[in-house]
């Protein structure tokens, strides 16, 4: 028997029929070739029950045809029977494989809405774009996992969420000899782990805007600088890493890219601490160098490790330290790469994100800003 498409969908039942007919047997004579009762045939017939799969075997071997053509007859009527959708599910689809829609309506960088069309409206304006099939983009010079890639969806959402609180903040102009001292007073907060406090408002005084917002899971970012209007630089910092020889590491470095204006014409995205500077770009090798050397003086740490190695006992460790003026979970953090002993003296590597949001503009860790 040849597989037959109708031009409109019928119930299977139809089909059933018709093969009787052909035949000339009976729904009775039927049901005692399959060994079901006849009620099973009549109701199959009149479109009042669905073709099982034990059904459709039986069919196929009574009327030498395959099971998969019952069950295809049955599934058919079955979709016909559907209501169409609307193209509201295509649309959702897209919208949710180009962007995080989910955790950025949760910490509520989005507005939901019942309207689709306003929803895509709003991640239009949320990522600047002029309409949906345009990709996203923001220059910008970001501290995070994999050197050569290129920002992905959720790194984009996270730095455009930098980008609106930093546009709400009113600050005197940046210049770079005031971000220098700017440096030099954040080198006299290196000793205590509760003198981070003080980094917003030091950084606000050298026209530096920085935001402090909770990675998205996945997006593997510590921070980030880039320019608003080519003369407002600003960095983000995820804090994922929530110790103190991170911090200081991370925040060093994108000034760095600021000092340099790195960001402005291309997106740079640099390795993760301790990776090494090869095959980086020379910004790149730049900013790791000033990132380690505000956290130790790499001059001193090296006699140090002249002098002591093997032994780096804990107290060598803090009395070099205080040597240097720094707590003692900086130099721990260099020691741990140079040793490759990410374990030694982790207890000094202090949290300090509890200590720097509270004077901070912030979004995230349990409160998401409107």
Not at 71 to 85: A, D, T
Not at 134 to 151: F, M, R, V, Y
């Amino acid at each position: 028997m040849n597989a037959r498409i109708p031009a409109e969908v019928f119930p299977p039942g139809e089909f059933l029929r018709e093969e009787l007919e052909a035949r000339d047997w009976s729904q009775q004579e039927l049901a005692d070739i399959l060994g079901r009762p006849p009620r099973l045939i009549s109701e199959i017939i009149s479109g009042k029950r669905a073709v099982t799969p034990e059904t459709a075997k039986g069919l196929s071997e009574a009327f030498g045809t395959s099971a998969e053509y019952w069950m295809n007859l049955e599934s058919q009527y079955q979709l016909s029977k559907v209501e169409r959708p609307s193209n509201d599910v295509a649309r959702k689809a897209y919208l949710y494989s180009k962007f995080p829609v989910r955790e950025m309506l949760r910490r509520g960088w989005v507005r939901t809405s019942e309207n689709l069309e306003v929803l895509e409206q709003r991640f239009c304006e949320f990522f600047e774009l002029r309409n949906l099939s345009d990709e996203p983009s923001l220059n910008h010079a970001a501290k995070k996992t994999h050197a050569t890639s290129t920002a992905t969806a959720l790194q984009l959402a996270w730095l455009f969420r930098v980008k609106a609180m930093a546009r709400q903040q009113k600050i005197p102009a940046y210049s770079a000899e005031k971000l220098l001292n700017a440096v030099e007073q954040l080198r006299t907060l290196l000793s205590a782990p509760e003198e981070v406090r003080h980094v917003p408002r030091i950084l606000a005084e050298a026209g530096v805007r920085i935001v402090f917002v909770e990675p998205i899971a996945g997006s593997k970012l510590d921070g980030a600088c880039f320019w608003l209007d080519d003369k407002k630089p600003v960095i983000g910092m995820t804090l994922r890493f929530d110790r103190i020889d991170n911090f200081w590491f991370v925040l060093r470095h994108e000034i760095e890219h600021v000092l340099r204006e790195d960001g402005k014409e291309e997106a740079i995205l640099d390795s993760d601490i301790g990776e090494g500077s090869e095959g980086l770009p020379e910004c790149e090798v730049k900013a790791n160098a000033a990132g380690a050397d505000f956290c130790t003086s790499q001059a001193a740490l090296e006699d140090f490790c002249i002098r002591v190695a093997p032994f780096f006992s804990e107290q060598r460790v803090v009395l070099f330290a205080q040597r240097i003026g720094v707590h003692p979970g900086l130099v721990v953090g260099q020691l741990q790469r140079k040793l490759g002993r990410h374990d030694f003296l982790r207890k000094y590597q202090v949290k300090v994100r509890n200590l720097v949001l509270p004077s901070a503009d912030a979004d995230g860790w349990g409160q998401f800003s409107e």
